[in-house]
């Protein structure tokens, strides 16, 4: 029933879409505001009702595309990559980079170029153009950009009927059908139509579109494909298609043909009338151009756009300084990669579907590899589709192989010899060999490209050990492929190999013989009968290495996650933003001789997660769901034992990815149960990092609490509070310290305090612009909520108006202890008004008022109250702290007052601070002057001592950064 409903629910949606698309297009490209019930002739006629289904099938985006946001149309993200027309004598090319075609002479041509007719071009004829390039250059795009703009009237308008093909399709169809039939099995509306009936030279407007021909077994023979002429007559697919191409079926007929740099020979050279490579974009202006269309279109407001604004600048910079990405992004793919991956950065939202960094590259593969198998570019003699030869599974155990010795030996560059050894391995079969030949051609250079080197990455430079060097196209995709070889079990030790196949063949026996051995069990004698059931040890002592090998991938994980060398490293989100945005200022310091590789451990614990290995199984991938749960059940343990261990806050900003990635909500609970603090101060938070700690949070269950959640100077906004709100209710101290909060910030928070489900016991906002409108819309929380102990609105802007609001507020608040309004520009008056109401409160102990402008008549009355107005037998004395003396007597809190101004001053008012530590001089030489007692002298000496140091250091500019410290 559901589906039924689903299904139903997708043909209202296409019907209320075709409607829009009737309004919406140009009448000149043939389309005019009529329903499809209208009986008007215009409307029957095929031709017209081809184009419209043509778009709507063309203009149909694939799942990978949903994850920029709203809807985008082709021709908005559309950018031209560079087609070059390329002599029959230049391809040798078919064989070069796809860099080096920056340096060829070639002319370039458009889309509209590519039928203009040729020198070999008669009269009568049709051109067939072969348009051919690497994996990732953008062929599949070329064509659907080039079907749409046919459906709309902008280019080959002089083609009445373009009829376009999967060579996939066609490949797999094993009953004879003729031309008709063909079209009319995908284009039922063209079953009958006359320009496809072979007579005149009436198919000269029409123009066959074949994508992806090196899926096609093609054979040229004579004697293996016969003629035909007929477009009646049923053949078997490819022959039809070599007669097409033989122009002996519809000779007036154009045809484009895309392949694959080895599939180029299929067709002889005589039958080709223009070969064609499409390049990609072999300038940052082209790929500057995708990266706007991309980015600029999905954001929404101002903020955001002025941010995506800022992005495609960064993204400019970095690629005009020919980068390594500059290179990488030569090639469309890395493109998509790229703005999918900033996308994902930048502009996460909590309210759309869960996306995690393993699954962007687990479906940039899938767009790249779905489907594809390994083919042997060695003509027609040779089978092109084998059983059990995906592609994708080629790709990683070559390719794979050779990331995952980089990440163990910490490298990220190979040399040609390298290259050779582990890619092209060891003496292979003709067989093996010419599939080595194929991938070489199609896919290396899809994944591995020269190293650029002081911004030169021209391909006939050499290092002084006169070798090339070559490195991943995207560095993380090196760490990626290195965890996808780990996870599918490709690194097995000949011993397990071994093992595994004894197994299976025992196994295979013992299924054989166990008839035989229940009927014999009766005759023959216990120690004879021992022997056979011997026969059942291998499975199981295959099964016991297995498990061993898992608990090894957990322990690799774990191990990766916490190396000591690395903890100091930003963490990996970072990373990857650095690794696309370029470093601009001072180069982050670097703690370890090699690159760290973070994302290691991370993208295996991705590739656990079950929409990931849907998708790995659909490229021939197969993480087995045994494997998955004996990695988890080991990790679970490592994982709880490393985090017994404190850890720097990127190494436990790092761990909250892993989780969030792992997407496992009972492991990500249990390896929380174990923390009972995060702090990630001086995390440079983002809305990404955000969601991930507030995801993670999610899943443990609600009686779960922090003791603190520090994210102190963590460049906080509003709207990342509003995200972290599910994190918050976990937490019994939050610290949000130096985030430049303003007061809108405190409407969420004074709903956080009475959210009946929080249980705040601390709440500090040092450094916040809270100023006096926002405190006042948080004091309104204190009436209801009880939990709270603690809090700090030190240096908020609080003023006189905001203290006075919260002393009449505190009697409605029993269960406050301490409360810090330090350095708030709060005078005499409002300051005596709130130790006065603190003095009432029953519970209050400790106020701190330090670094306020208050006289030391005004200080001097603060200490004397030493009781509360009332007097039935319940006051006590509450401590204030107001400067390094009480009185004449030093202040016994004096040295954490110092301890705070020195970790703060960096960034406060320096004059403001100067200003008050010289009053605090002036108050200890007033009591020094006041005490009779030499001991008494020597220890107003010693802090005076401390608070010129404090000084000196203020003005030599020497005190340490803030780290968010608040008394």
């Known amino acids: 029933m559901c589906s039924l409903h689903r299904q139903l629910s997708q043909l209202v949606g296409v019907w209320r879409w075709k409607r829009r698309l009737e309004v919406s297009l140009h009448p000149a490209a043939g389309f005019h505001c009529r329903t499809f019930c209208s009986n008007t002739s215009e409307l029957a006629d095929p031709i017209e009702i081809h184009k419209r289904k043509l778009f709507l099938w063309f203009s149909h985006?694939?799942?990978?595309?949903?994850?920029?946001?709203?809807?985008?149309?082709?021709?908005?993200?559309?950018?031209?990559?560079?087609?070059?027309?390329?002599?029959?004598?230049?391809?040798?090319?078919?064989?070069?980079?796809?860099?080096?075609?920056?340096t060829s002479s070639s002319p370039c041509m458009s889309v509209e170029q590519l039928f203009d007719p040729t020198d070999a071009w008669s009269e009568g004829r049709g051109l067939?153009?072969?348009?051919?390039?690497?994996?990732?250059?953008?062929?599949?795009?070329?064509?659907?950009?080039?079907?749409?703009?046919?459906?709309?009237?902008?280019?080959?308008?002089?083609?009445?009927?373009?009829?376009?093909?999967?060579?996939?399709?066609?490949g797999q169809l094993t009953k004879v059908a003729s031309l008709r039939d063909l079209v009319s099995r995908k284009y039922l509306h063209l079953r009958k139509h006359p320009l496809l009936s072979g007579e005149g030279n009436q198919a000269k407007d029409v123009l066959f579109v074949f994508n992806g021909m090196e899926k096609m077994k093609l054979d040229f023979r004579i004697g293996s494909t016969e003629l035909c002429s007929d477009p009646n007559e049923a053949l078997p697919a490819g022959v039809v298609v070599v007669n097409l191409l033989r122009k002996y079926l519809l000779p007036e007929a154009s045809i484009l043909v895309t392949t694959r740099l080895s599939a180029l020979d299929r067709i002889p050279q005589k039958y080709v009338s223009r070969y064609v490579q499409i390049c990609g974009f072999n300038d940052p202006d082209r790929q500057r151009a995708y990266f706007t269309s991309r980015l600029l279109q999905q954001s929404g407001d101002t903020a955001q756009k002025h941010e995506a604004q800022a992005i495609v600048e960064l993204l400019y910079l970095n690629l005009q300084r020919e980068s390594q990405l500059a290179a990488a992004c030569f090639l469309p793919s890395y493109c998509w990669l790229t703005c999918a991956t900033l996308h994902f950065l930048h502009f996460t939202d909590a309210k759309a579907p869960i996306r995690t960094l393993t699954g962007i590259y687990t479906s940039f593969l899938r767009l790249n590899f779905g489907g594809e198998v390994l083919g042997t570019g060695a003509g027609i003699s040779v089978p092109i589709q084998e059983p059990h030869s995906s592609l994708m599974l080629y790709v990683v155990r070559t390719v794979g192989k050779l990331a995952f010795d980089g990440v163990t030996y910490k490298r990220t560059s190979f040399s040609e010899k390298e290259l050779e050894q582990w890619i092209g391995g060891k003496t292979k079969t003709d067989e093996e060999l010419r599939q080595l030949a194929m991938f070489r051609t199609d896919v290396l250079d899809f994944f591995l490209a020269p190293c650029v080197e002081s911004g030169k990455h021209l391909p006939g430079e050499f290092s002084e050990n006169n070798e090339r060097q070559y490195v991943f196209a995207v560095p993380a995709m090196q760490e990626y492929l290195a965890a996808l070889y780990v996870v599918l079990g490709e690194n097995k030790s000949a011993l397990e190999k071994l093992t595994r196949q004894v197994s299976v063949a025992i196994g295979q026996a013992s299924e054989d013989v166990s008839a035989i051995v229940n009927i014999l069990s009766k005759f023959i004698p216990l120690r004879v009968f021992a022997v056979f059931n011997l026969l059942k040890l291998f499975p199981k002592l295959y099964e016991k290495i297995s498990r061993h090998t898992k608990g090894s991938i957990a322990r690799t994980m774990a191990a990766e996650m916490f190396r000591v060398e690395d903890s100091y490293n930003e963490d990996v989100l970072d990373q990857v933003e650095q690794s696309l945005l370029g470093v601009h200022g001072p180069q982050p310091q670097?703690?370890?001789?090699?690159?760290?590789?973070?994302?290691?451990?991370?993208?295996?614990?991705?590739?656990?997660?079950?929409?990931?290995?849907?998708?790995?199984?659909?490229?021939?991938?197969?993480?087995?769901?045994?494997?998955?749960?004996?990695?988890?059940?080991?990790?679970?343990?490592?994982?709880?034992?490393?985090?017994?261990?404190?850890?720097?806050?990127?190494?436990?900003?790092?761990?909250?990815?892993?989780?969030?990635?792992?997407?496992?909500?009972?492991l990500t609970a249990e390896v929380l149960a174990s923390i009972r603090a995060i702090r990630?101060?001086?995390?440079r938070m983002t809305s990404l990092k955000c969601f991930v700690l507030s995801s993670v949070l999610s899943c443990t269950p609600a009686r779960y609490h922090?003791?603190?959640?520090?994210?102190?100077?963590?460049?906080?906004?509003?709207?990342?509070?509003?995200?972290?709100?599910?994190?918050?209710?976990?937490?019994?101290?939050?610290?949000?310290?130096?985030?430049?909060?303003?007061?809108?910030?405190?409407?969420?928070?004074?709903?956080?305090?009475?959210?009946?489900?929080?249980?705040?016991?601390?709440?500090?906002l040092c450094d916040n612009p809270l100023l006096e409108s926002g405190a006042c819309t948080l004091l309104e929380a204190l009436p209801e909520n009880q939990s709270l102990r603690h809090l700090?609105?030190?240096?908020?802007?609080?003023?006189?108006?905001?203290?006075?609001?919260?002393?009449?507020?505190?009697?409605?608040?029993?269960?406050?202890?301490?409360?810090?309004?330090?350095?708030?520009?709060?005078?005499?008056?409002?300051?005596?008004?709130?130790?006065?109401?603190?003095?009432?409160?029953?519970?209050?102990?400790?106020?701190?008022?330090?670094?306020?402008?208050?006289?030391?008549?005004?200080?001097?009355?603060?200490?004397?109250?030493?009781?509360?107005?009332?007097?039935?037998?319940?006051?006590?004395?509450?401590?204030?702290?107001?400067?390094?003396?009480?009185?004449?007597?030093?202040?016994?809190?004096?040295?954490?007052?110092?301890?705070?101004?020195?970790?703060?001053?960096?960034?406060?008012?320096?004059?403001?601070?100067?200003?008050?530590?010289?009053?605090?001089?002036?108050?200890?030489?007033?009591?020094?002057?006041?005490?009779?007692?030499?001991?008494?002298r020597l220890h107003f000496r010693r802090v005076e001592k401390g608070v010129r140091k404090t000084l000196r250091m203020l003005e030599k500019d020497t005190l340490p950064s803030s780290t968010g410290h608040s008394k």
């Open 706 to 764: 922090l003791e603190e959640l520090n994210l102190s100077s963590c460049l906080l906004t509003h709207d990342m509070l509003q995200m972290l709100w599910p994190a918050f209710r976990h937490a019994h101290i939050l610290n949000l310290q130096f985030n430049s909060l303003g007061p809108e910030s405190c409407i969420l928070l004074r709903d956080l305090l009475l959210d009946p489900k929080s249980s705040i016991k601390s709440l500090q």
């Open 680 to 683: 990630l101060t001086n995390i």
């Open 792 to 936: 700090s609105l030190m240096h908020t802007g609080l003023g006189d108006k905001g203290a006075l609001q919260l002393a009449e507020r505190l009697q409605q608040h029993t269960g406050l202890q301490e409360l810090n309004v330090a350095y708030n520009n709060i005078g005499d008056n409002a300051a005596l008004a709130l130790v006065d109401a603190c003095r009432e409160h029953p519970s209050i102990h400790t106020v701190h008022l330090y670094l306020n402008p208050l006289s030391d008549v005004g200080k001097q009355s603060l200490y004397v109250r030493g009781v509360p107005k009332s007097h039935d037998g319940s006051g006590r004395r509450v401590k204030v702290l107001a400067s390094v003396t009480e009185g004449s007597d030093i202040s016994e809190d004096w040295h954490p007052i110092l301890s705070v101004i020195r970790e703060n001053a960096s960034s406060w008012d320096r004059d403001r601070v100067k200003q008050q530590l010289q009053v605090f001089l002036r108050d200890l030489e007033w009591g020094r002057q006041q005490q009779q007692s030499l001991w008494k």
């Open 61 to 102: 985006l694939p799942p990978e595309e949903k994850q920029f946001g709203g809807y985008f149309s082709p021709e908005t993200m559309h950018v031209d990559p560079l087609i070059l027309e390329t002599k029959p004598e230049e391809r040798a090319g078919l064989l070069r980079s796809s860099l080096q075609t920056q």
């Open 128 to 170: 067939n153009v072969l348009l051919y390039g690497a994996v990732g250059t953008g062929k599949s795009t070329v064509v659907r950009k080039l079907v749409l703009d046919w459906c709309a009237g902008t280019t080959l308008t002089h083609f009445k009927l373009l009829v376009p093909f999967s060579c996939e399709d066609l």
């Open 590 to 666: 670097q703690f370890s001789e090699g690159p760290p590789f973070e994302l290691y451990p991370i993208f295996m614990g991705g590739l656990l997660h079950y929409g990931n290995r849907i998708l790995l199984e659909q490229l021939g991938c197969n993480i087995q769901s045994t494997t998955v749960a004996q990695i988890t059940r080991v990790l679970r343990k490592y994982l709880v034992r490393e985090l017994s261990k404190p850890q720097p806050p990127e190494e436990l900003m790092d761990l909250l990815v892993l989780l969030y990635e792992f997407q496992n909500p009972r």
